[in-house]
């Protein structure tokens, strides 16, 4: 069993950085492909980024390239998501999610982008982003 614990979300001016981090437990964390989702009130839940084990591939949604960043540290069991150039938009509640079906993979599985990643296999509590205008 694997738990997630999000932490970093606030309130941020746009044009601002915030850092999200996402703490595991468990001692397989560092065989699964590692995320992050978000949701905006009224909306569905959207993928946002993704980072291989090894960190070698990483994944993102249209909407945060350039701006967003993932990255994890195996030995410290977390993964982050850089956040830069905050819009208003980008306000939305931000879950870490992993994929433990299929340790040490290096691509995107589509579980990632369909349904809302409903089908993944862990899950955070989520932490709250609000950017102001």
């Known amino acids: 069993q694997v738990q997630l614990v999000e932490s970093g979300g606030g309130l941020v001016q746009a044009g601002g950085s915030l850092r999200l981090s996402c703490a595991a437990s468990g001692r397989t964390f560092s065989s699964y492909f590692m995320g992050w989702f978000r949701q905006a009130p009224g909306k569905e839940r959207e993928f946002v980024a993704a980072i291989s084990w090894n960190s070698i591939t990483t994944y993102y949604a249209d909407s945060v390239k350039g701006r967003f960043t993932i990255s994890r540290d195996n030995a410290k069991n977390t993964v982050y998501l850089q956040m830069n150039s905050l819009k208003p938009e980008d306000t939305a509640v931000y879950y870490c999610?992993?994929?433990?079906?299929?340790?040490?993979?290096?691509?995107?599985?589509?579980?990632?982008?369909?349904?809302?990643?409903?089908?993944?296999?862990?899950w955070g509590q989520g932490t709250q982003v609000t950017v102001s205008s």
């Open positions: 999610a992993a994929d433990a079906r299929r340790p040490y993979a290096s691509y995107l599985n589509p579980r990632w982008t369909s349904a809302g990643g409903d089908s993944l296999d862990y």
